[in-house]
């Protein structure tokens, strides 16, 4: 997919190959080939893979229409155009986990730090008004028509982002267990794929996955893990979970970067902690109010970290605080790529779209990160204002390469339409 970890390069001007500006494949380079390499030597495959990575991101949409009418082609051969990319997505040698491998690969290698977060989560994908997909189910707390997107995905401390794992979680699909089994893949797929020598995982995950099972499995893989439970327990000592979080006092207190009714300010939270015994382990109970969230600003963060003071408390919120960080990730993936636009019917099929679109918006991530020249280009690009109060979003970053793949289309289109002369507008 995409050849990361990301290397922007310096950018001196908009004249010359936009394509220079950063490691992104271009058409027959060496990163996009490397993707189908173990398919087939088939041109074809290779030429319509680059066509879905960049008609995606151009289209900002996983329809195969948008894709195309993105791309440069004269107007008589959309429609074969199109044609050509459902073949690839209905070709058998091109499969979704094969695209993925290439992400899991680059994408860890990125990872730097001794401890990295794994943070769980399970993403409702919803196609409200479809009835013939194939594995369809009803998903998410309003039990609408979908599927659900199940990922691991690595954090480290200076905000590297790699992909653990990814599964389009089809409930209809035939030959489906359960969707325990699902996630204890993910969590050893995870482990596999982002750990190494030297390195400690910590799961950190959301109310979904408040389950003894996972607690028990991350355990047993020798790793930590954090988890906002709602679940009342007993505990060993007496008593009952909620009881002791809903009385336990909370002396500590900090300010936090949060999203609150849409965009990030600086927050206050309070926290607290205590030893508890759980179904019998040791385990710490950190319970955290965040008053600026309303009802939904109290977390109880059950982890296996040790937590023997202030600073170890906020050790374990501040992991948690991390996963809300990601869901910038998913708000590409479903706002900015159109993750849910999608009109292929096989499972197989739209596992290869969600594959490219996951691959994308992991390089959007680290462009978005990092920050040099190329950022800058691409933020002017975008519209950037220049206003104080103005935040470097990822939204004016997706905007900036969609213009520049805008340039690209037309230079491509200018020199057929002038048998290969071209035209400079450097």
């Known amino acids: 997919m995409v050849n990361l970890p990301l290397r922007a390069q310096p950018v001196s001007g908009t004249g010359g190959d936009p394509w220079t500006c950063s ?13 189908l390499r173990a398919f087939s030597p088939d041109k074809r495959l290779h030429r319509r893979f680059e066509e879905v990575v960049r008609g995606a991101l151009a289209a900002g949409s996983a329809r195969v229409s948008e894709m195309v009418a993105s791309l440069p082609s004269p107007l008589q051969n959309r429609f074969h155009q199109a044609k050509a990319l459902y073949r690839f997505l209905s ?77 389009l979680v089809a409930y209809g699909e035939r030959g489906f267990a359960s969707l325990p089994k699902e996630v204890e893949g993910a969590i050893e797929a995870a482990r596999e794929r982002l750990g190494g020598v030297g390195r400690r995982l910590v799961y950190v995950a959301d109310r979904g996955f408040d389950d003894r099972k996972v607690f028990g499995q991350v355990l047993a893989l020798g790793e930590e893990f954090v ?14 979970l909620a009881k002791v979080a809903s009385s336990l ?119 978005e990160r990092l920050g040099d020249p190329f950022k800058g280009f691409l933020l002017q690009l975008g519209g950037k204002l220049g206003l104080p109060s103005e935040r470097d979003g990822p939204y004016l970053l997706l905007r900036g390469l969609v213009r520049l793949l805008n340039y690209e289309v037309t230079q491509e289109l200018l020199k057929q339409a002038k048998g290969g002369r071209g035209r400079s507008f450097g």
């Open 249 to 367: 006092a909370l002396p500590c207190g900090e300010e936090v970067e949060l999203r609150v009714g849409g965009r990030y300010q600086r927050v206050r939270l309070h926290f607290g902690w205590r030893e508890v015994e759980v179904e019998g382990r040791r385990l710490h109970l950190v319970v955290c109010r965040v008053p600026a969230l309303g009802r939904r600003g109290e977390w109880w963060l059950l982890t296996s970290l040790p937590v023997r003071g202030r600073e170890e408390a906020a050790r374990v919120v501040e992991a948690y605080r991390r996963r809300w960080e990601v869901e910038r990730f998913f708000r590409l993936l479903k706002t900015g790529l159109g993750l849910e636009t999608f009109q292929v019917r096989g499972l197989a099929r739209i596992r290869k779209v969600v594959a490219v679109l996951l691959g994308l918006a992991v390089f959007l991530w680290e462009v």
């Open 23 to 35: 490691r992104w494949p271009r058409p027959g380079s060496r990163s996009s080939r490397a993707v």
């Open 91 to 167: 070709n058998p040698r091109v499969e979704a986990e094969a695209l993925l491998d290439r992400v899991y690969q680059e994408s860890a290698t990125a990872l730097e730090g001794e401890e990295v977060l794994v943070l769980l989560d399970l993403s409702p994908v919803v196609k409200p008004y479809a009835r013939a997909l194939e594995g369809i189910a009803r998903v998410g707390k309003d039990r609408r028509p979908g599927y659900e997107l199940l990922t691991a995905l690595g954090l480290d401390p200076a905000g590297r982002l790699a992909l653990g794992y990814a599964h």
């Open 227 to 240: 988890v906002r439970v709602y679940r009342d327990r007993k505990l060993g000592e007496g008593g009952s």
